[in-house]
Structures are given as C-alpha cells and as structure tokens.
C-alpha cells in the first residue's frame, strides 16, 4: 500500500475546500465572540446538531455497529460516557459560559486557576487522548499489527497487547531513522500463523508480512520443493543430461528424486484439502525427465566457442543464420542445455506443471499456472537458483519463464480437438500478461515493440518442453513435428517483424491486426 499522486491531489483538495469553506460561512464574523460562539443568539437545536456533528465521527455509524454485531458489546461505555458528561458540562460548565465572556473550557480554567493550570490541562487532553488513542488497540493475545518502514519498504509485525502493555519498541542505529506507515490490525486464526510468524521473525522486518505468513503456511510444499532443487541436485541433474554422471550416482538421483516428489504430493493433498492420488505425480514427473533425458542424449554436440567475429564478418553471418531459419532441434537442445539455468528450469516444469491434476481434474493447468506464484514456487525456484551461484535478476527472470510455460503446456490442443496454428498461438502469447512482459512487449508512440532476444528465448525453451511434453505423453512424432513446425513459423516471423508486434502477425497471418496489450 502506498500513497499516489490521486490520493495526495484528493488530500490537498479535501483540506483547501474545508478552509475555504470555513472562510465563507464565516465572512460576515465581526469579532472572536461572533465566530466561535455564534453570537449566542443561536437556536438550541442547531447547537445541538453541531456538537454532536463535531464529537461524531463516521466510524462511529459504520465501524462500531459492525464490531457489536460481529463481537459484544464492549463500544457500548463510549455513548454511556458521552451520557454522563453531558450531564457533567450542563451543570457545571454551562453557567461558567454564560457568566462571562468564556469561548472555551481552558478560558474558564484560566480565569479561575491561572494560566500554569490551562496549559497543564491542554497539555493532559493531549497526552491522555493519544493514550486513549493506544488503548484503544485489541488487547486480544489474537490480534497483531503489521506496519512498514517507509524508509527501508521493509513490513514488522508485533503485538497488539504487547503493543499496548510496554509500547512499541525499535532498534536503531547512529543517524538512522525509521518512519511507520500503512499500520493495519489482523486476526490470528486457529494455527496462530501470525504469533508464528511474529516469533519466528523476532522483531525483523521483512518485504511482505503476507509472503511470509504464505511461506509458513506453505512450508509443507515449499521444503520439499526447496530439497528438490537444490544446488547440489541440480549440478547432478546437469552431469546427468550431459551423459557424464556414473550410473550408481544416477540411480541414487532418481530415487531421491521420487522420494522428495511423493513428499511434496502429499503436502500438496494436504494443504490444498483434496483426496487425489498422490503416485500420479511421481509417475508424471518420472516421464517427463525420462523424456528429458532422452532428447539430451540425442542433443547434438554443442560447438566450441570462437573468436567474436568483426563487425564486417558478423553481419553477413547474421543474415546467413536468418535466411536458414531457426535451428535444428538438437542444437536448439544442446544450446539450450548449456545455459546455467537448464537444470533448474527443467526439473521445475517437470515438478510443478502436473501438480495442478492432484486435486482434481478440472483446470488442471491454469491452477499448476497459478501456484507457481501463489503458492511461491517461482519465488523459491529463484532461491534456489541464486544459491547456485545465479545472479537475482535473471534467478526472478527464469521463475518467470517457469511460470509461463507451465501455463502453456499442451498449447497446440483446443477444445474442439483441432491443432491451433501459428497466428492463434501468437495471440494466445500476447493475451498473457506474464508472457508479454517476459518478451518485453511494450507500447511507444502507439506502437507495440517486443524485444527480440526474451522473443527467441522463450520461443527456443518451448520447443524444448513441447517436444518432451509429447514424448512423455507418448504422441505420434507426426504430432510433434506439427507443433515444431508451427513453433518455428513463429520464430522465422520474427526476422521481418522489425521487433514490431505488428509485424509478427503481418509476417503470421498477411493482413493487419490490431495490436493492443493484454487486459
């Protein structure tokens, strides 16, 4: 939560109108007397509305009939107490009023005790109103308070009867500040996951209360998760698609592999309360990395590095490479399986994409879509990554693309059972808000420009996974050659696109299109 230019426009607005307001209706005061007390010649029951207008707030309507229903009657002493002291400034305040030329309850104070007494008096209303203001938090052991740091962005929790009974305490250092904003109360549940949360995190802040309280609740499917991808296990899974790892270290991979799977499945039954078959998943996850090896071994060599050419020798190469069209399976492969991230990518799709199919079988793939960010998966493959040695930005960049191609798995079926063609798969592409920021799609000048090099990344990752989506699944080759094929067009489209959306679809379907970013 933070505050915008909107809500600093309506602020400024709001406080402007009120003095403004002030300022005419009261144009035609003469004197202090005529401004604050009316002249004393106004009817009762106008006063009465305007006191209680004054010493009236909207909580009070909204809020606080909302707290009784929901909760008791504990709000119920403030009108008690507003009874009572009307009483009390009837008989012993209103005749001091009207004795003298009194405008408040610190001019009668003054006249009569002096002005140390006033100030003491004004100086009690303010402290004792913002102790008021304090004990007014839920003293409930159940109920905590989340703020941020404007200065760090950081979020704390604490509690709101600690908060309460000894106040609320911060660490700084020499010449460091701390600025509380965006203060909100939460109810704890039965798991206690915000006490958990506030005891685990022991006065430190960290970027989202909420994201930590997901972690703890998560931290079923998150722990294994995190076992599976781990560093270790992933230079092991590369040794393993480069053919070199011994067989006995090879067996004892997948076997630790399975056993971490069948553990996150049944995490996955549990917190998402569903009664699937927890073996799916190990059978799902073995045929995919089966299929992954497969297309590893059959990998052509990746070619030796060279010298940078000049820039005279890389441009006609440059235009030899795209007259040629896109590259041939098992390079894309083997180029592919160089990357630093190819491990960790492969053994995440591998994993996540078929999680959604434990709960049931509706919209199997939009939910597996879905937890990779909600139930962080995406955020803590991008841990993982980073312990490997990955730089944060391109650890967040591959936990994006994570996210995307599990959400395309299966993409050249529709409904009706046709196969969907390149024009209709660019399209499901750029109605993907993920997908388009992961290529970079962006509007300048009323035109849509996508960035040339994610274009042909996620192009060349999904060739990569549809061929072994399909092999896993045991389809015909004539299927996968299909969806190759059409994969490619859209690669080959991007040479005469001019980084252009535009001219992707020119270069796809032939005639225009109106190009708009997703919704």
């Known amino acids: 939560m933070s505050v915008g230019t909107v809500d600093l426009g309506i602020l400024v607005f709001y406080l402007l109108g009120v003095v403004l307001l002030g300022l005419w209706i009261g144009r035609s005061s003469k004197s202090v007397a005529e401004f604050v007390v009316g002249g004393r010649d106004r009817p009762w029951w106008l006063l009465m509305f305007s006191i209680v207008a004054t010493e009236t707030s909207t909580v009070t309507f909204l809020s606080i009939p909302g707290f009784a229903f929901s909760r008791d009657m504990t709000w119920l002493q403030i009108p008690i107490g507003f009874l009572i002291g009307r009483f009390a400034v009837v008989f012993l305040l209103m005749p001091q009023y009207f004795k003298g030329s009194f405008y408040t309850a610190y001019d009668v104070l003054h006249k009569r005790f002096g002005g140390a007494t006033q100030k003491a008096a004004s100086a009690m209303f303010i402290v004792t109103r913002s102790l008021a203001d304090g004990l007014g938090l839920n003293r409930g052991a159940a109920t905590h308070m989340i703020f941020r740091d404007a200065v760090s962005g950081l979020e704390y929790i604490r509690s709101c009867r600690q908060i309460a009974e000894s106040g609320l305490w911060a660490e700084l250092a020499a010449y460091q500040l701390q600025v509380f904003t965006d203060l909100r109360q939460v109810e704890d549940d039965s798991t206690g996951r915000y006490a958990r949360v506030e005891a685990a995190l022991g006065g430190e802040g960290v970027p989202s209360i909420d994201e930590a309280v997901a972690e703890l609740v998560l931290a079923p499917v998150l722990e294994p998760f995190s076992a599976l991808t781990a560093p270790v296990r992933l230079e092991q899974l590369r040794e393993m698609l480069a053919g070199s790892l011994p067989e006995p270290r090879r067996q004892g991979w997948l076997a630790e592999t399975a056993r971490l799977v069948d553990t996150l499945a049944a995490a996955v039954l549990e917190v998402g309360d569903g009664d699937g078959e927890a073996a799916l998943l190990g059978r799902r996850v073995t045929a995919d990395l089966q299929a992954l090896l497969l297309l590893a071994g059959e990998a052509a060599p990746a070619p030796a590095p060279k010298a940078k050419p000049s820039a005279s020798e890389a441009a006609p190469v440059k235009k030899a490479i795209e007259a040629a069209g896109p590259e041939e399976l098992p390079q894309l492969v083997a ?15 591998a994993v996540t994409r078929s999680l959604g199919r ?29 312990r490997a040695g990955l730089d944060e930005a391109r650890a967040q960049r591959v936990a994006r693309l994570l996210g995307v191609t599990v959400g395309l798995q299966s993409w050249w079926q529709l409904e009706d059972g046709t196969v969907r063609d390149a024009g209709a798969l660019l399209e499901l ?9 992961l290529i970079g799609v962006n509007l300048h000048r009323g035109v849509l420009w996508f960035h040339k090099e994610s274009y042909e990344q996620l192009l060349g990752w999904l060739r990569l996974l549809t061929r072994a989506e399909l092999l896993a699944a045991g389809d015909p080759k004539a299927v996968a050659d299909q ?12 040479a005469t696109a001019g980084y252009r959306v535009e001219g992707l679809r020119e270069a796809i379907n032939g005639p225009e299109h109106p190009g708009q970013l997703p919704s």
């Open 483 to 494: 969806a190759d094929q059409i994969l490619c067009r859209l690669a080959q489209a991007e």
């Open 335 to 349: 180029r592919l399986l160089a990357l630093d991230e190819a491990p960790g990518l492969l053994l995440s799709w």
């Open 358 to 386: 434990l709960l049931d079988a509706s919209g199997p793939i939009e939910r597996a879509r879905i937890w990779v960010d909600e139930w962080l998966i995406g955020t803590t493959l991008a841990r993982s990554l980073g």
């Open 429 to 437: 592409l750029l109605a993907d808000r993920a997908a388009c920021a």
